[in-house]
T-cell receptor, first 113, second 115 residues
Framework: DTGVSQNPRHKITKRGQNVTFRCDPISEHNRLYWYRQTLGQGPEFLTY????????KSRLLSDRFSAERPKGSFSTLEIQRTEQGDSAMYLC???????????FGSGTRLTVV | AQTVTQSQPEMSVQEAETVTLSCTYD???????LFWYKQPPSRQMILVIRQEAYKQQNATENRFSVNFQKAAKSFSLKISDSQLGDAAMYFC????????????FGKGTHLIIQP
């Protein structure tokens, strides 16, 4: 098992552009989460998938953000019309159940210039 | 809403000594799980230790142990025989039994190991 994989590792984009990140969870994990982490802070929950269903979204997730998990495997997080405030590390985590803990990917660092 | 508070932004310890990182939390749920995660400069979160709220016995993992005080809503992490590789940000986190809201994290404690 190669763990949770995220691509790209780094992304620099101009304000107003759209960006898409990908997360490949551990294959047998049916739960997938996206988090955002800014410098000096703990990660903040963005959204949760159980299999292909998006079951929970944080109010932090504005309508410029959309996430998908087709077929319950990999997931994508898209940010439209990026703003400088979107600059952060975007983390993906997967899990079998809360009791078993969550495995995190290395994250995608987004810089909006 | 649930909250996690880490009141120590930074801690420093001599190599081979013992250090305790503090964490308090608040939740209205009776079934929940608590975690300590380590985030080295490479930025990948690594699970250090987990505790089920229904278990009275404190969890231990080699040099890492917790002091779980459910009534006080306190969940501290003790690192024994500190090693240089323990240097990292440490985050305390909480999730409910259902897990739909994912983990709620504290702001973290930066642990420095002095050689």
């Amino acid at each position: 098992d190669t763990g949770v994989s995220q691509n790209p590792r780094h992304k620099i984009t101009k304000r107003g552009q759209n960006v898409t990140f990908r997360c490949d969870p551990i294959s047998e994990h049916n739960r997938l989460y996206w988090y955002r982490q800014t410098l000096g802070q703990g990660p903040e929950f963005l959204t949760y998938f159980q299999n292909e269903a998006q079951l929970e979204k944080s109010r932090l997730l504005s309508d410029r953000f959309s996430a998908e998990r087709p077929k319950g495997s990999f997931s994508t997080l898209e940010i439209q019309r990026t703003e400088q405030g979107d600059s952060a590390m975007y983390l993906c985590a997967s899990s079998l159940a809360p009791s078993s803990g969550y495995t995190f990917g290395s994250g995608t660092r987004l810089t909006v210039v | 809403a649930q909250t996690v508070t880490q009141s120590q932004p930074e801690m420093s310890v001599q190599e081979a000594e013992t250090v305790t990182l503090s964490c308090t939390y608040d939740t209205s749920e009776s079934d929940y799980y608590l975690f300590w995660y380590k985030q080295p400069p490479s930025r990948q979160m690594i699970l250090v230790i987990r505790q089920e709220a229904y278990k009275q016995q404190n969890a231990t993992e080699n040099r890492f142990s917790v002091n779980f005080q459910k009534a006080a809503k306190s969940f501290s992490l003790k690192i024994s025989d500190s090693q240089l590789g323990d240097a990292a940000m440490y985050f305390c986190a909480l999730t409910q039994e259902g897990g739909a809201d994912g983990l709620t994290f504290g702001k973290g404690t930066h642990l420095i190991i002095q050689p």
